[in-house]
């Protein structure tokens, strides 16, 4: 199944553009680092951004939305919303963090900084009936959002696809993974 392009409402791509900016850390970094805080500012990105990405996956019918933390947070309550559907967050593992429900859990390949994280979703959050969404506001490498297809997996559900703000992945990573965006990182230089 081939992905579709990047959503064209050009007006919302080209505010999403302009609030987001590159950061230059300094010496001590070989990298830029992106600054999305310009989308949430905005209360007509705010009101505009969940259901546009609502919108890339709305005829699959998904009955429930999962993003990983921490932006996903942010994004993925908007696009459930707009949806009519639940939201399941889904945490990193790490830290002193303690979880008292019952987790599943899977691990990531290894993700754009070449580091193996562990995603989970509280078990009684995803139901096998349930068609899952992943939204995310970027996706680089796809490592977190093949993870949280596992646990889809894992609980007898079915992936729909991911939504996200921008995507970084190569073609074939993001038709994979049915990945729809609204911008891509070149959209953003």
């Given amino acids: 199944m081939a992905t579709s392009p ?10 999403l ?24 500012r905005s209360p007509n990105l705010l009101a505009s951004v969940g259901p546009a990405l609502a919108g890339l996956h709305g ?11 921490v932006t996903g947070f942010l994004v993925g309550p908007l696009v459930a919303v707009a949806l009519g559907v639940g939201f399941a967050p889904a945490m990193k593992d790490g830290g002193d963090r303690r979880l008292v429900d019952r ?7 290894p993700d754009y900084r070449g580091r193996e994280l562990r995603l989970g979703v509280r078990e009684r ?22 993870a949280l ?3 889809v997996a894992t609980r007898g559900a079915t992936a729909v696809g991911c ?3 921008v ?5 074939p990573v993001a038709e994979r993974l049915r990945l729809r965006s609204l911008l891509t990182a070149a959209d953003l230089t």
């Avoid at 609030?19 to 600054?35: C, E, K, Y």
């Avoid at 995507?167 to 073609?171: D, H, V």
């Fill in 6 to 15: 990047p959503l064209r409402d050009e007006p919302l791509r080209a505010a």
């Fill in 17 to 40: 553009a302009e609030a987001f900016h590159w950061f230059d850390p300094g010496a001590h970094s070989d990298h830029l680092v992106s600054d999305v805080s310009g989308w949430w």
């Fill in 59 to 69: 005829a699959a019918a998904p009955t429930l939305v999962i993003s990983p933390e």
């Fill in 103 to 109: 987790v599943t859990w899977a691990r990531t390949p």
């Fill in 125 to 146: 959050q995803i139901r096998a009936t349930d068609r899952v969404l992943v939204v995310d506001d970027w996706v680089a490498t796809g490592a977190q959002v093949q």
């Fill in 149 to 151: 297809y596992d646990v």
């Fill in 163 to 165: 939504a996200a703000i």
């Fill in 167 to 171: 995507s970084a992945c190569p073609p």
